[in-house]
């Protein structure tokens, strides 16, 4: 069998505020809509900026820090998998593609409590603080390339 792998890392920042609900079964789901900017020359040199913007889903608990410690603009870091659905709506068939964060990072100054919080994982098991304890990368000194 294939190998095969869906993993998603964002580092951006809030659109607006974090929108949470409770599922019927009252699960808490929180949903954020984040922007990702690059910047490159186009063919004059100018510098131009292209702006993506991603909606993220969190879950239980990670939903409920999120709603709580982040606000728009906030800066964050997250990890997880695309998540493709479709759903009608006046009889038109829609198709959305989210992100299901498994992980997040607050990264900005602003956020209440700590100038840089660490959230717990949606999935305790498939996280490890200390590969996120450095956001810079730097902490890969022992890989040879």
Avoid at 22 to 46: F, H, L, M, W
Wanted: aromatic residues 10%.
């Amino acid at each position: 069998m294939a190998f095969s792998l869906n993993r998603v890392t964002l580092i951006g920042n809030l659109g607006a505020d974090p929108e949470l609900r409770s599922t019927p079964q009252g699960t808490q789901v929180c949903t954020v809509n984040i922007a990702t900017t690059e910047r490159y020359k186009d063919k004059s040199g100018e510098f131009k900026d292209s702006t993506e913007w991603h909606r993220i889903v969190f879950w239980d608990r990670l939903a409920d820090t999120v709603s709580k410690y982040l606000k728009k603009g906030s800066k964050i870091y997250v990890e997880g998998k695309l998540k493709s659905r479709q759903y009608e709506k006046d009889g038109i068939t829609r198709y959305m593609t989210e992100i299901y964060a498994q992980s997040m990072i607050m990264l900005s100054k602003d956020v209440e409590g700590s100038s840089s919080q660490k959230s717990a994982p949606a999935e305790p098991d498939s996280f490890d603080d200390a590969a996120f304890s450095d956001t810079t990368g730097s902490g890969e000194d022992d890989i040879p390339f």
